[in-house]
Nanobody
Framework: QVELVESGGGSVQAGDNLRLSCAASGYLKDVHYMAWFRQAPGKEREAVAL???????????DTRYADFARSRFTISQGNNGLYLQMNSLKPEDTATYYCAAKMRTGFSRSWADSDEYDYWGPGTQVTVSA
């Protein structure tokens, strides 16, 4: 069992930066991947970034990003959790941001498919005004 709790969201102006945190607890030894997703009102949940969390594999620390996030967002590991540094925020970044954890190695479909993940946090709201 793994519990995830996001924090760090808020209301900012376009061009501002925010750092989101995901505090993870429970049986973290078996977590292979952690990721950030987001969901805007009326839209489907979409992947933001992935972090290879397990230190038992050679690819520990590998990251992947959605195209929109690659130049402005940075995912990193924290103490028992995850961070998402978001720079130069835009109004279209407005969404609820979720942290997710996957317990098994490999992806049967895609790292960006939310069905691949086993645990989710409740989310933190980010609102970016023009």
């Amino acid at each position: 069992q793994v519990e995830l709790v996001e924090s760090g969201g808020g209301s900012v102006q376009a061009g501002d930066n925010l750092r989101l945190s995901c505090a993870a607890s429970g049986y973290l030894k078996d977590v292979h991947y952690m990721a950030w997703f987001r969901q805007a009102p009326g839209k489907e949940r979409e992947a933001v970034a992935l972090f290879q969390y397990s230190k038992e594999v050679p690819t520990y620390g590998d990251t992947r990003y959605a195209d929109f996030a690659r130049s402005r967002f940075t995912i990193s590991q924290g103490n028992n959790g995850l961070y998402l540094q978001m720079n130069s925020l835009k109004p279209e970044d407005t969404a609820t941001y979720y942290c997710a954890a996957k317990m098994r190695t490999g992806f049967s479909r895609s790292w960006a498919d939310s069905d691949e993940y086993d645990y989710w946090g409740p989310g933190t709201q980010v609102t970016v005004s023009a």
